[in-house]
């Protein structure tokens, strides 16, 4: 069946900023789906409120709207462009639930829009449970026995019947969010509240458990004809009970037999046709027992899921895409297969290789917080390997994870918990396969280790195989290392790194002896069918076997280090930038390959670049690559921390590094020499000083004076950092902030208390400097940056300080030699400007300042560090009025860390972020804040308490609540400020006061917006509690009074109805001019 | 990884790749084949097709999951040689009743690890299949590619006579080498059709498949006479798969002539091969063949897409069959031999055979437009190239197993109504 030719414009519907269980795989999804809908003629419209996303750039859409995504603001894209269809499935959680309210309100209907890729019964079949188990008991599939509640009540009833423990999970939540596993009638009462009161329609399924067996997932298509195909399986290590986003997943399943395969095919299909997913990808999940082989479905997402994400990037079968072409009528077998180009999509991939993915948690960021890992996922990010055998894949999982490991231990940093070691096997945590491993080397049997971990023992038979082989290279000096030795530890996944710890040398010597046996790295490629039919897309991954595959260059090769597993501090913001100058390099001629090992990613689609490698960010394996590519240069500025500590050792290697040099990087994170280079340009600067030990930091103290901002060199995201008030408190962290970074210094810089905070994104092609956008920070600085909302153009500074830090700006990138993206940091107190920081690469910030301008800045910088001048760009005018205000709000994944302190602070916590833009400041941070469901409420009680300092601040801002017609609660020392500026207060009681106290208000649902900032470090204190409650129950939270000030704004934007849409196209967007031929690579690199 | 014994394969073109034995010691040549099923390798070794060559598996890790008896597809490994990327050393799996290295030593099967299998699949793919000799004790690789070139290949050969029974069963009863499966799947109590199966090499999962559709099988000598055959009064006759050079069976296919018209017929695989000879096409040898469980597969009477489990090496030629019937074949003038025309069209091609009347293109593979099934209009006789009874392999095209019962009842549209519910 043809192309519909009904439809002519398509809404497509993004999932808004990445949070935790919904990351960069749906810009992976909604870019591939947006592209393949355009190309073949469609008029797309798209709604999505992240900024740091490719599908978002306007070239992907004909209206693209960063706008909230919710009904609310849906429903106006609707009004305004009329589309003839909704693509719901490509949108994750947010994209579908936001579709379904718009179905059912009418507003679909209204308006004559139809839903495509799933239909609003099929979406409540597959989402809602109890619909769910009933279509599988039609089909004579097995469901886990369970029952629902809508009362805690209920819930204990069930546990009558079924006993402990219990798996609950709420009812449309994403990422399994208010769901766990209860072993006693205290915490199924906990949980079922919980879960409850996160679940939209106050549900919760109560199921018996499956814990301990095996899980996989299967990927299905299906398409109008009702051809379907299993696209991937995948078998998670981890048992049923861990998320299967914590889990580390292996694609092909391995330990089942044709037969339990085939069942558990026919079921996926079954599920897929019965529960009526007419086009589209699906994914299912079975547990099996693995004493019998019962098999019971656990659930199916009829829509693009991260699995999806994970098995295209596995098999190089583009779901996304194809699932937008089924989407528009077209049939799978009517689809060509882009790998092969001969054969039709209708098929199975076939694949001859093993994938390991495993997730990357950031539980260090959220000290105090539970880091067991259960039913709700808790990870950030993940690493996705791909080698021959399972043990080389895993050990290549296991370093590209960007945590200081080289691999699965062996690498010298193993730390284990003697007194718990079991502990560290039977309960799932982020480290228990290092625990397994160890297990394994201490001599412990595969059996006794199976029965703690649930484990499936063919895993462990290979875990055991890798610390076989590491005890043999023990055994043996380097130079004693035979050549057959050296290639069986290679196979094992084991890097040099690791060699070099086990034969206590260090990595350049493995890699050397490596060499000289003559084990050298082969590149395979991803081909879809297991090398059947010739493939023609250049998609590789590194084994140590026989045959290299690499198809030789026919231009000039620039190679691009991307960013990794998403954590927080690195996120989708780098990838978006490494993205950017891959389509630029290759529109100027170069032949573009990129290395990264995130599988969520834009990047590492195989037609993003024109050669792709899905290997670790590590030193041996770019090196490898770039012993094959040989490329002309290779970016590390785009990518974030990740390349950019690997630019020196690539230095020293002889591989030429393009743009900006790793010796001016240097000098900007250098705080002694770029001191000396701001006092050579006269910029002033925070006093500051650099410490190598406790002592010689309470000297630095002494002289530059408290607070303090005490950082770790070299770390992204504010790693470590904290603001010091007193000596006291500055050793502790000193010390905590050494752990982080061994090789590197503390720096210690007086904190500007109350200053506005800037940042600047730039480009400099050595002659001049671009300025891509100056945003003002809404937080004062204190606040890292990735956490603070930040506007373009700036809403209170005087346009004198503007140009000053657009001077500032100029003078530094040209003095330390940028060749490409600079971004600096200034804070602004009394008038005057200080910088804080300089990176001369890309930022956080990129995407956002691009975005709110029409200028891609990682594009520009791509262009000039192949050697084009920016004066040849046409780019427009820098200082040019842009007719609206953009907002960028930072997400915080604080609801997923409970025990945690939601304070902002200098160390970054933000998984993601959004853009709201309007014509006016406090519309445009409406938006910003309605995007991330930081519900602003129109009317009810605000409670307000500020710290001493910001007393005389709070008065406004009590008074325009108090005239937007909201009650005004406070505690003793804030109301008695208010009462005197003669604002009516109520007071309350602070938790230790006595009861009832605040707590019990916010508990109890009688406040709907808290203002409450803290002053200094105060853990576990009144204000804490406060925050826990509000995250908790849900009540927007605010800590700051500027975030306060702006709050009040937006409440006001709101009750006016001042919020509309449009779309990034209606500002005027920078087209790149055609390169004047293509220039010289050598000229490139000089 | 000590106590390993070295193993080499060597490929008559001089190509070697060294390894460690995961099986029997010895030396055995075979054609080298790859299949590309992720699982199933135990049914793939007991496949009596296979007689004659040695299969390489992409899948890299193999043996995971053990073997056992309900998943032997015959009394036997026919495969020549084994060769894998990683043989697992243990088995887990609550089916498993031994470890793969352990059952293929017992079946003295010569199987090698650590070899570059995707290299061989790519030398396999470019040069096409070719004769190979895998070896325990001759390590020499000169001398072992001297020996794959010395060695018989398969054009030509009869395999046949060497995997079949020599006297007729039936089945669910113990078959006469002493063989008794299992899992027989559920015998009908009450047959509705009482079919006699050629074996060629028959894999038990089809037999097994035949009794689920309702039939009652015996299974005979594939020398066995056309009288003989109708002697047992049959509703039906089954052709089944089987190894080596379809054209060397012509006992069969000569045989089949004289069944054609009388019953109705049901051909697989190599079944299909003597179908498509006896209504007077020719076959060819490809490349490297089909074997894997993930080729598509187009009905043409339905437009639908199956996802199917194959295995061979030889093709038919439908265009060889005779000149085409535009009339039966919509009105169209396509070439009958370009079959990707007819595909386009969702068309399906009828040509007269000069003795047996019209013949269609019912099934198509979409990788490369060759052919997977064909039906002889005027004689209720059909027969597809892939294996429906999968065993490995997806199980999408298992209504043929109803269609062949609807045929027996007598009905025209018994591959266009079947499959609309299929799994």
Known sequence: MPRRSDIQTILVIGSGPIVIGQACEFDYSGAQACKVLRDDGFRVVLVNSNPATIMTDPEFADRTYVEPVTPEFVEKVIAAERPDALLPTLGGQTGLNCAVALAESGVLERYGVELIGAKLDVIKKGEDRRLFAEAMVRIGLEVPRGGYAHAVGDAEQFAGEFGFPLVIRPSFTMGGAGGGIVYNVDELRDQVAHGLSLSPITEVLIEESVIGWKEYEMEVMRDVHDNAVIVCSIENIDAMGVHTGDSITVAPAQTLSDREYQTMRDASLAILREIGVETGGSNVQFAVNPADGRMVVIEMNPRVSRSSALASKATGFPIAKIAAKLAVGYTLDEISNDITRETPACFEPSIDYTVVKVPRWAFEKFKGTDTTLTTRMKSVGEAMAIGRTFTEALGKAFRSLENGRYGLGADGRDTFDELKFDRGLTVPNENRMFYVADALWRGRSVEEVAALTHIDPWFLDRIKAIVEVEGMVRQVSLEGMTSELMRTAKQHGLSDVQLGYLTRTNELSVRARRLELGVKATFKSVDTCAGEFLATTPYYYKTYEEEDEVAPATRPRVMILGAGPNRIGQGIEFDYCCVHASYALHDAGFETVMVNCNPETVSTDYDTSDRLYFEPLTFEDVMDIVEVEKPEGVLVTFGGQTPLKLAKALEAAGVPILGTKPEAIDLAEDRERFAEVLDRLGIAYPPAGTARSSAEAVEVAARIGYPLLVRPSYVLGGRGMVIAYNEEYLLKHVADAVVVSPDHPVLLDRFLEGAIEVDVDAVCDGREVYIGGVMEHIEEAGIHSGDSACCIPHFTLGDSTVEEIRGYTRRIALEIGTHGLINIQFAVKDSSVYVLEVNPRASRTVPFVSKATGVPLAKVAARVMAGEMLADLALPDEGRELGRFCVKEAVMPFGRFPGADSVLGPEMKSTGEVMGSATDFPAAYAKSQLAIDYSLPRDGAAFVSVCDRDKRAIVGVARHLNQLGFRVLSTRGTARALRAAGIPVTEVLKVHEGRPNIVDAITNGEVHIVINTPFGRETRSDGYHIRAAAIHHGVTNITTMEAAQAAVGAIEAILEDRLGVSPLQDVPQWVPPAPRGRPAAAEAIS | ?423
């Not at chain 2, 020599?166 to 080498?177: Q, R």
């Not at chain 2, 060397?248 to 498509?276: K, N, W």
């Not at chain 2, 265009?319 to 007819?342: K, Q």
């Not at chain 2, 039906?375 to 006789?381: W, Y």
Request: glycine letters at 10%.
């Open chain 2, 1 to 423: 990884m000590t106590d390993r014994r070295p193993a080499l394969l060597a490929l008559e073109d001089g190509t070697a790749f060294a390894g460690w034995s995961c099986g029997a010691p010895g030396t055995a040549d075979g054609e080298a084949v790859f299949n590309t099923s992720m699982t199933g390798y135990q049914e793939i070794l007991t496949d009596p097709s296979y007689a004659g060559q040695i299969v390489t598996m992409t899948m890299p890790q193999i043996g995971n999951y053990g073997a056992n008896r309900a998943d032997m597809e015959s009394r036997g490994v026919f495969a020549r040689g084994f060769v894998v990327r990683e043989m697992s050393r243990i088995s887990s799996s609550w089916r498993a009743e031994e470890g793969l290295p352990e059952f293929l030593t017992r079946h003295g099967v010569v199987a090698i690890e650590g070899v570059d299998t995707r290299r061989l699949t790519r030398h396999i793919r470019e040069r096409g299949a070719m004769r190979a000799v895998i070896s325990t004790e001759d390590l020499d690789p000169v001398s072992l590619a001297a020996k794959a070139a010395g060695s018989p290949g398969l054009v030509g050969r009869d395999l046949v006579r060497e995997v079949a029974v020599a006297s007729p069963y039936e089945w669910g009863s113990e078959d006469p080498t002493g063989y008794l499966p299992v899992d027989t799947g559920v015998l009908p109590l009450e047959p509705r059709h009482r079919v006699v199966a050629f074996d060629s090499g028959v894999k038990s999962n089809i037999l097994r498949q035949l009794a689920w559709a309702g039939c009652a099988v015996t299974v005979v000598p594939p020398t066995t006479s056309a009288s003989d055959v109708m002697a047992m009064r049959p509703d039906g006759v089954f052709l089944a798969n089987g190894p080596g050079d379809p054209s060397a069976v012509d006992y069969l296919y000569s045989t089949l002539r004289e069944l054609l018209g009388e019953v109705p017929v049901f051909g697989i695989c190599l079944g299909h091969q003597m179908l498509s000879l006896a209504l007077g096409a020719t076959t060819y040898k490809l490349k490297y063949g089909h074997r894997g469980g993930n080729q598509p597969v187009i009905n043409l009477l339905t437009g639908r897409v199956e996802i199917t489990s194959q295995n061979h090496g030889f093709c038919v030629d439908f265009a060889s069959v005779g000149s085409l019937n535009s009339e039966c074949s919509g009105g169209l003038e396509h070439d009958p031999a370009d079959i990707g025309a007819w595909v386009a069209a969702r068309t399906a091609p009828v040509v007269d055979s000069a003795a047996f009347g019209r013949v269609q293109l019912t099934h198509v593979n979409l990788n490369d437009m060759t052919v997977e099934g064909l039906r002889a209009l005027d004689r209720r006789a059909f027969s597809v190239q892939y294996h429906p009874e999968a065993a490995p392999g997806p199980h999408d095209a298992r209504y043929l197993f109803e269609a062949y019962s609807a045929l027996m009842d007598g009905r025209d549209d018994y591959l266009s109504d079947f499959g609309k519910g299929r799994a």
